[in-house]
């Protein structure tokens, strides 16, 4: 084995029983920088040797595709120490080189860092030593969540930075004002000395480490611009003061430039502070997440007494009891009692719930008036409201496309900004020689100050995190940054009918006997064991309702097959049964008599859908079912065509149904009978005629037409919103919703591209002005202490104009 390799070790999950040798052959054998591996089955591990960091990551996938689960962890973890575009970049570095690391994704706006590594490579300590060696550090708390950790952190910084702040502050205003308007006083240079050492070399000390830090690994970020930058004036400001005779012999006057040192550090250290406060509000929508979890409820104990409990020592099956006004601790379902409960915060929807026993209640909603008992099911991460907060900061720790760009102008940004500071000083030396040296050494230091990474770090994150939590607040829960960045961009929307565009709860409202020999009581019991069968919603409202009429004779059906979009067939004894649509009857030759051939055309108009029966190929029934379609269906169709967008309704119901519900709705464009296959195809379809498509579906039987389409929106409620796999949630199943979330999109983008314009309209202004292009025709020359106040201000806009989000309206 050659001195380059690297031995991995992949432990997996798959039963060691399931896997043969010549499957993880075929996984490998198109992985190139794989050298040789090993298969170990007692120790439920593959041994890899690569030849570089890739090799794991390869690794890793082509096993997944191939079916075998490697063990790997993620976690979000705070980072503290990042001030910029540059540091997250050294930090994102120093991790995805770590063996072992699969990927590393920094959040520069929540000062956090997605990783996910296969532990027996590596582990969090020595992620941690990494960070720390380039100048940051990596909190692990493992007795706090993730979120507290985070929160404890940003407290602890802000208090620091603002400590730091103060006293940094109180040292430099006295040489502010002295060097600006009493320069003349006795020991002026050595008092203006003795009060800026502190301020740089203690309480701003952290730029100066953090530089040297970065420096030993090659590296440069904006602690570096501030270091150099401010170190340069005071050790030019130092010179002058102690040999001041080097410039007066030869005419020119010794100037020192203290304050400029001082003030640039206080006025960075106070935008940072400004900083961090802004951009506490574009994570306040997971802390008013968090908010909804209660700390403590009463359980109920072995001696039948309550006693206040905290909520981490719930587990499934405990007895709990939610009074009026309490925060409903876990998923659970009533078992004693009945209330009305507000379910807004997870589902969106205002309007109270009526509870009551064998009701299903979810966490962080609020019990409005009676008191009930619960059932504990789901606790601690498995709960509703945990699996949304996790899906939120998953999203708001993703990157948007757009940051890829921005990242590599951030990685050379720094070691650029330092070469034109450079050139600068050539520059103005080339031109006035000696006697500008001041102006170039001031030239020098604003271009150092000025040059701001930290705007165009924040600018996509912290627009992605206001719209992603404003999203969520909202109902719409989304699941990355790039479909949030890209569904402004939808043109046409494709909706499935059922528990989309309507309720998804169909009722029977006529049910008929077609002329037969056959008992009602039969023909109800022989429908009621068929469909008992199935799980299709129709076949649900078919069963209920005849339980409730209590009319029918009891059977057991055999030979159950399923007719895909057609119906369903099985044997009752001798008989043969038969239940679908006409298209059914049609293929087995089924004859309907002339009337109800009538009565089927007029329920159908009605937007109905009608139900056959047939046993032994005799036409014996007919059920209609309606399902009302929801209140805010067509006024959401109307807003969507209001932004341009076209909408299609696809579904499996006759083409009288689908016309009623579409007229209904106002919807131009409807497809009946469809097959569910058929819905990815005419998804295909759009998208070759240029369309951008978001596919509004269960995410059940629309996952293959939600895979394709460029925007997948599923349509859940309550428990249905953890197993979504759409790209968008909609937590209330409210259609108006879509037409929302397409706006938050388009906001979003906007916002991303105003910081970002202003971000580099900013930079591309600023460093010119700061290197004295306007010298030569006005006299102007920047102070540096303007630089640093307009470098430090600069960042605080960008989290700003991110933060206007939280108001921007999307429901008109």
Known sequence: MSQKEITYIIPITTSGSNIQ??????????????????????NQRIVVHGANGETL????????????????????????????AACSASVESILNAQPGVLNAS??????????????????????????????????????????????????????????RLIWAGTLAFPVFLIGMFFHNIPYANYIMWALTTPVLFVFGRHFFINAFKQARHGAANMDTLVALSTSMAYLFSSFNMLFPGVWTSQGLEAHVYFEAAAVIIVFIMLGKWLEERAKEGTSSAIRKLMGLRPKTVLKL????????????????????????????PVDGEVTEGSS?????????????????????????????????SMSAEKVGSETILAQIIKTVQDAQATKAPVQRMVDKVASVFVPTVIGIAILTFVVWMLFGGTEYLTQALLATVSVLVIACPCALGLATPTAIMVGVGKGANSGILIKNAGSLEKAHKTNAVVLDKTGTITVGKPEVTNFEIINSNLKEEKIRGMLLATESHSEHPLAGAIVRYIEETG???????????NHSGNGISATIGNDKILIGNEILMVKNHIKLPETPGQKIGKWQDDAKTVILMAVNDEAVAMVAIADKIKESSSEAVSRLHKLGIEVYMLTGDNQQTARAVANATGIKHFKAQVMPGEKAEFV?????????????????????????????????????????????????SDLLKVPEAIKLSGKTVKTIKQNLFWAFFYNVIAIPIAAGV???????????????????????????????????????
């Open 57 to 84: 990551t390869h690794a890793t996938k082509h096993l997944k595709d191939i079916g075998i689960e490697p063990v790997i962890s993620e976690k979000i973890l705070p980072v503290e120490g990042m001030s910029c």
């Open 774 to 812: 306007l010298f030569p025709v006005s006299g102007f020359l920047l102070n540096p202490m303007i630089a640093g106040a307009a470098m430090a201000f600069s960042s605080v806009s960008v989290v700003s104009n991110s933060l206007r989000l939280k108001k921007a309206k999307i429901n008109d």
């Open 340 to 372: 009305f409960v507000d379910e807004s915060a997870v589902t969106g929807e205002s309007m109270p719930v009526a509870k009551t026993p064998g009701k299903k209640v979810f966490t962080g909603t609020i019990n409005q008036s009676g008191s009930f």
């Open 301 to 328: 104990q072995d001696d039948g007494s309550w006693k206040e409990t905290d909520i981490h020592l719930i587990e499934k099956g405990d007895v709990l009891r939610v009074k009026p006004g309490n925060k409903i």
């Open 684 to 732: 295909k379809e759009l998208q070759k005629t240029n369309k951008t498509v978001a596919m509004v579906g269960d995410g059940i039987n629309d996952s293959e037409a939600l895979a394709l389409a460029d925007l997948s929106i599923a349509m859940g409620k309550g428990a249905d919103v953890a197993m979504d796999v759409a790209a968008m949630t909609i937590t209330s």
């Open 21 to 42: 040798e010549s499957v993880i052959a075929r996984a490998f054998k198109d992985i190139e920088d794989i050298h040789e591996w090993k298969w170990e089955p007692n």
């Open 106 to 163: 920094v959040n520069l706006a929540q000062n956090n860092v997605k990783v996910s590594w296969v532990p027996e490579n590596t582990g969090l300590p020595e992620m941690k030593n990494a960070i720390r060696s380039i100048g940051y550090d990596l909190i692990i708390d493992e007795k706090k969540t993730s979120e507290e950790a985070m929160e404890e952190a940003r407290r602890k910084k802000s208090q620091q930075t603002r400590k």
């Open 551 to 561: 009319r029918f004779e009891k059977f057991e059906a055999d030979h159950f097959l």
